[in-house]
């Protein structure tokens, strides 16, 4: 049965609050090499750090190409209470600046951008915003130790989803979204973050347009606190970035418990015993698997994390069964159906005569094994694709939703499907079939011998190929390039070989991330052959760790 859903999307963002010194997270090396916003980017293509300020920080780093990032431009954009704050180390969360900016003026809100390395501070007054960016084109101004540099911002006030009229209404529930999850994300595991800060009493995990959940606390002050302390931080080390405001509704219904919501001020049925786990940096420590798959037992905090709350006894996590693997038996599918999760993601905004099942493989099984595609026929540019478990679903709509291919801008949601079953099966435009099913191939990377070779990145400008033949010259790929109507490259690499390497690998820069999208989708996995060798070589491509060239 095929279906037409609903893109709801909730806004991320956030900041602001009670002042109270939060742990750091981990810096990363796919952070590193992300700088803040360079003159010429394409904004419509970046991720969004929240609806609510997409269009005043559009028209910021407009106003930035004109200015220096070291302040000294400021006095072209006029005075305005909220402050553009750049530079910032990937470690910074709210509290760092909250404690290094509440000296030039009572702060009303924060709303953090730590894939950026930037944040908007938003002063109760002009005058206070003027101190500080005065402060910051005159000496150093360091944030968590860092040197930060500011500017106005175009916008005079941060849009927020609470009472508009308000500038400090602040409420108990709060709006967390999740950046890079490339982990689970359970209630149980919400749970585990926010609670060890304040009373959590209910959650609601939606999984619709990337991951996003509501958790309410006991008091305001509750909520303020672990939004201080949390907001730009890591769930776990490296990945899974908080991004945090506070949400409209001030109080959440929850209609059952389980790995996507849960009523905590009912008595908990399930305890967990706590198992030995010792102190990192990140919020719950390394990640739950180095797997592709069912996810191990979460790491309790350890007694002297400094996001335990030192007053009073935590309780202890619950914990629910581990995702059982797919099969085909009745008792694995009621499962499923019984979790708000999917393992069918639908993708919408396809090129009609550019983009056909192949094509759509080559794009998802970056972020999973890819099971099946199927074109929908009553929604033209519409289609389902089944991967490997929900998590890889997750990451794909993470990563891929607002992306453009051939000009169009692709809508990447969870199907309320719970597998793509071969009908209605036609011919698309370019000749090919609309269902095909991938999970017998080879080209699937998430198979339990190659998930730990995986890095998964999000679209980038820069692509890493491998798998190539060792003969392979830069002339022949712009010469494929060529022959496929794809854009081609402006920067070429290549590795080093190891001793006794038969393959070839290297880097491929492109002008954008767009272009970089569309020869992916076309090329990866385009078989070459070389004279001299029965078998074919199977070009892979992925996005790379590296900003450029």
């Known amino acids: 049965m095929e279906e037409t859903e609903d893109r709801g999307e909730l806004g991320g963002g956030g900041g602001g609050g009670g002042y109270h010194r939060a742990a750091k997270r981990l810096r990363t090396e796919e952070e590193a090499g992300g700088e803040e916003l360079e003159d010429g980017e394409e904004e419509d293509e970046e991720d969004s750090a929240g609806e609510e300020a997409a269009g005043s920080r559009s028209t910021e780093d407009r106003s930035r190409r004109s200015g220096g990032k070291d302040g000294v431009d400021s006095h072209r954009i006029p005075p305005s209470p909220v402050v553009h704050v750049r530079g910032l180390c990937d470690a910074v969360v709210e509290a760092d600046l909250v404690e290094a900016l509440d000296k030039f003026g009572n702060i009303c809100y924060v709303m953090m951008m730590p894939f950026k390395r930037q944040a908007l501070v938003e002063f109760d007054s002009v005058e206070s915003a003027e101190r500080c960016v005065t402060r910051g084109a005159r000496e150093p101004v360091c944030v968590a130790e860092q040197q930060a540099f500011f500017n106005f911002s175009t916008s005079q006030r941060i849009t927020r989803p609470t009472n508009a009229d308000d500038p400090t209404s602040r409420n108990k529930v709060l709006l967390l979204s999740v950046q890079n999850p490339l982990y689970p994300i359970t209630t149980d595991v919400l749970y585990s973050v926010c609670n060890p800060l304040g009373n959590v009493l209910r959650i609601v995990i939606f999984k619709r347009n990337g991951i996003q959940a509501m958790v309410e606390f006991e008091s305001i002050e509750d909520a303020q606190k672990a939004k201080l302390s949390l907001n730009g931080a890591d769930i776990y080390a490296g990945c899974c970035t908080l991004k945090i405001e506070y949400a409209r509704p001030n109080r959440l219904n929850v209609v059952r418990n389980d790995t996507s919501s849960w009523d905590y001020s009912k008595p908990l049925v399930l305890q967990r015993e706590r198992a030995k786990g010792r102190q990192r940096q990140a919020i719950l420590g390394e990640h739950p698997s180095n797997g592709y798959g069912p996810h191990c037992p979460l790491l309790p905090l350890p007694a002297n994390s400094r996001y335990r709350r030192s007053s009073e006894e935590v309780q202890d996590m619950i914990s629910y069964p581990l995702l059982l693997p797919k099969t085909s038996s009745s008792s694995s599918s009621s499962f499923l159906c019984h979790g708000a999760s999917s393992s069918v993601s639908m993708v919408s905004g396809l090129h009609p005569t550019k983009m056909n099942c192949s094509c759509i493989f080559n794009l998802f099984c970056l972020y999973g094994n890819v099971e099946k595609v199927k074109f929908m026929k009553s929604v033209p540019g519409t289609a389902l694709v089944e991967m490997g478990d929900e998590y890889a679903v997750d990451r794909a709509v993470t990563h891929l939703n607002g992306i453009k291919v051939f000009g169009k ?55 890493h190929f491998y798998n190539a033949p060792p003969t392979l010259s830069q002339h022949q790929l712009l010469k494929l390039c060529t022959e496929h109507n794809v854009p081609a490259f402006t920067k070429f690499k290549v590795f080093d070989a190891k001793p006794g390497s038969k393959t070839l690998s290297g880097l491929l820069e492109f002008d954008s991330k767009t272009e970089a999208v569309e020869t992916l989708t076309v090329l990866n996995h385009h078989q070459i052959r070389i004279p001299n060798s029965s078998n074919p070589f199977t070009l892979k491509l992925c996005f790379s760790t590296s900003s450029h060239l």
């Open 409 to 463: 801008k692709l809508n990447v949601c969870v199907s309320r499907q719970q597998s793509v079953i071969p009908s209605q099966v036609f011919e698309l435009p370019d000749g090919s079939s609309s269902y095909h099913d991938f999970s017998l191939t080879r080209n699937n990377r998430f198979s339990s011998a190659q998930s730990s070779r995986n890095i998964i990145q999000p679209p980038a400008a820069v692509l």
